[in-house]
């Protein structure tokens, strides 16, 4: 069955840390995309990163990294150098596709990620 | 940047009563979905729809829920009788075509049902 597990309810740091978090994948399909959302406090859903199962590369984006291991089925997302503005909820998501014909995000729990000044 | 818009933003409402919210896709996208996240919880799809039909539903999505895209910019989410437990966050999200791209998401509605 598909899932995906985000162990880390919340993590505190203090500004200029780094920052992992976790994201654990289930899915019964050999191809699928796995997605990284934000939600801060203001409640919408920011999109930050697609990645194909097909593509093992990892991938950074300024403070933000991404690291992608189809052997754990994991895709954990690091924030390098954290700020106060970095403070949300991050949802892991996985949408399955080439078997089932569907495109549904299915969303973990989240991490609820505070920055302390 | 073009942007998923939701009207409104909060509705309060009475058990029992229908409501529509209101959601305007990015203009050039054809696949269209309705979230819910009942607060403090995780996100959970409702149903997606692509060239005026559902193309998929969850358990969630029973027979007082409905969609509609009325018109060439608008897609609709009815609730006909809501329940005390309907109040939650309702997400649309829309994508463009040609593989699993990305889906981006409106700042959603708060439905509080009282």
Redesign the interface.
């Known amino acids: 069955a598909q899932k995906v597990t985000q162990a880390q309810t919340e993590i505190s740091v203090v500004e200029k840390e780094d920052v992992t978090l976790d994201c654990v994948y289930e899915t019964r399909d050999t191809t699928y995309?796995l997605?990284w959302?934000k939600q801060p406090p203001?409640?919408?859903?920011?999109?930050l990163i697609?990645r194909n199962s097909f593509d093992e590369q990892n991938e950074i984006s300024g403070r933000y990294s991404w690291n992608f291991q189809k052997s754990t089925s994991s895709f954990n997302f690091t924030i390098t150098a954290s700020q106060v503005v970095d403070s949300a909820v991050y949802?892991c998501?996985l949408?399955e596709?080439s078997l089932f014909n569907?495109?549904?995000?299915?969303?973990?729990?989240?991490t609820r990620l505070q920055v302390f000044p | 940047e073009p942007e998923v818009t939701q009207t409104p933003s909060h509705q309060v409402t009475q058990m029992g009563q229908e409501v529509i919210l209101r959601c305007v896709p990015i203009s050039n996208h054809l696949y269209f979905y309705w979230y819910r996240q009942i607060l403090g919880q995780k996100v959970e799809f409702l149903v997606s729809f692509y060239n005026n039909e559902i193309s998929e539903k969850s358990e969630i999505f029973d027979d007082q829920f409905s969609v509609e895209r009325p018109d060439g910019s608008n897609f609709t989410l009815k609730i006909r009788s809501t329940k005390l437990e309907d109040s939650a966050m309702y997400f649309c999200a829309s994508r463009t075509t040609g593989g699993l791209y990305e889906q981006y998401f409106g700042p959603g509605t708060r439905l509080t049902v009282t």
Request: hydrophobic share 40%; aromatic share 26%; glycine share 18%.
């Open positions: 995309y997605f959302y203001s409640g919408e859903l920011v999109f697609r949802f998501a949408s596709g569907t495109d549904k995000l299915i969303f973990g729990t989240g």
